[in-house]
């Protein structure tokens, strides 16, 4: 019903940047929180940073200052600039979005299928 599509990963050197996006199309009446968590190798997956439909932002700690949250509302599209990119920055990275399909139903948090981001030194 909903798909959520990342573009944008790679291989970059340290201090390097990279802009993901991520669309989401299908059955959509509106989007509240969207957002872009992460995953490295053996460790479990972690908030990188979340946009509200009003634009409010939030980030982990180990983004704050290098990575920007932003989203386009009329395209249900959010993205991630990530600068002064480091290897421990190296991970799988997903968007995601909650979903109202129709009005009155809830929000369903959908998710991309993930891209991967290396960074190395």
């Known amino acids: 019903q909903v798909q959520l599509v990342e573009s944008g990963g790679g291989l970059v050197q340290a201090g390097g940047s990279l802009r993901l996006s991520c669309a989401a199309s299908?059955?959509?009446?509106?989007?509240?929180?969207m957002g872009w968590y992460r995953q490295a190798p053996g460790k479990q997956r972690e908030l990188v940073a979340v946009i509200t439909s009003g634009g409010s932002t939030n980030y982990a700690d180990s983004v704050k200052g290098r990575f920007t949250i932003s989203r386009d509302n009329a395209k249900n599209t959010v993205y991630l600039q990530m600068n002064s990119l480091k290897p421990e920055d190296t991970a799988v990275y997903y968007c995601n979005a909650d979903v109202r399909i129709r009005i009155g139903s809830p929000y369903f948090r959908y998710w991309g299928q993930g891209t991967q981001v290396t960074v190395s030194s």
């Open positions: 299908g059955m959509i009446f509106s989007i509240n929180d």
